[in-house]
């Protein structure tokens, strides 16, 4: 089937907006996460659903900085009141359950806050 | 807090030549270690997975070894054409799921 998409793939905000980003998953992955990368940097980790029940947020940067996934598929990453440094591309993966599943990644969302 | 490191950060090589990449981590405890490739503006696309049980994976011009207790990786990539041009980056999962990554190493295939 299709593999996880995203959307939009680029935005660009002004400080201070805010904005909701979307990752529909592979169909059937009862996992999602959400990870930041930065320029000339790998991935970092956000925060990671098991179908609705967000298990892991340890990597959320800071309070403005909330995401949901409510019926355990489509999740949204949302930031609010957005600061130049929250530009990068935003990753999101999903997997099968289990410790040794792979995680299947999206073409990311590229946002830029001017 | 588990630290992944890649070594070259960058690569310039001729086409035809093998060449290796190199991942370490520190924190043993792992599932397992993945290899991604990433090309400029795209997401990441798996290339191999080693279970910490494993290792070694092989895939075409591709073969990753893994050696958890001294926390290292490695890519050999044979015979480099251009087309392999690209960011490669490696992951150690985490137990709790997540993925950590290294910063990556640029290559350069020259034709």
């Known amino acids: 089937g299709a593999g996880v998409s995203q959307s939009p793939r680029y935005k660009v905000a002004k400080r201070g907006q805010d904005v909701a980003l979307r990752c529909d998953p592979i169909?059937?992955?009862?996992?999602l996460f959400w990870y930041q990368q930065a320029l000339g940097q790998g991935p970092e980790f956000l925060t990671y659903?098991?179908?609705?029940?967000?298990?892991?947020k340890s990597g959320l940067p800071s309070d403005r900085f909330f995401a949901e996934r409510p019926e355990g598929s489509v999740s949204t990453l949302k930031i609010q009141r957005t600061q130049q440094e929250d530009s990068a591309v935003y990753l999101c993966?999903?997997?099968?359950?289990?410790?040794?599943?792979?995680?299947?990644f999206g073409p990311g969302t590229r946002l830029t806050v001017t | 807090k588990q630290e992944v490191t890649q070594i070259p950060a960058a690569l310039s090589v001729p086409e035809g030549e093998n060449l290796v990449l190199n991942c370490s981590f520190t924190d043993s405890a792992i599932y397992n270690l993945q290899w991604f490739r990433q090309d400029p503006g795209k997401g990441l696309t798996s290339l191999l997975l080693i279970q910490s049980s494993q290792r070694e994976q092989t895939s075409g011009r591709l073969n990753a070894s893994l050696d958890k207790s001294s926390g290292r990786s490695t890519l050999y990539i044979a015979a480099s054409q251009p087309g392999d041009s690209a960011t490669y980056l490696c992951?150690?999962?985490?137990?709790?799921?997540?993925?950590?990554f290294g910063a990556g190493t640029i290559l350069r295939v020259k034709s």
């Open positions: 993966a999903s997997s099968l359950p289990g410790a040794a599943s792979e995680q299947y």
């Open positions: 169909s059937g992955h009862v996992s």
């Open positions: 992951a150690v999962k985490e137990y709790g799921n997540k993925l950590v």
């Open positions: 659903f098991q179908n609705e029940a967000q298990l892991d």
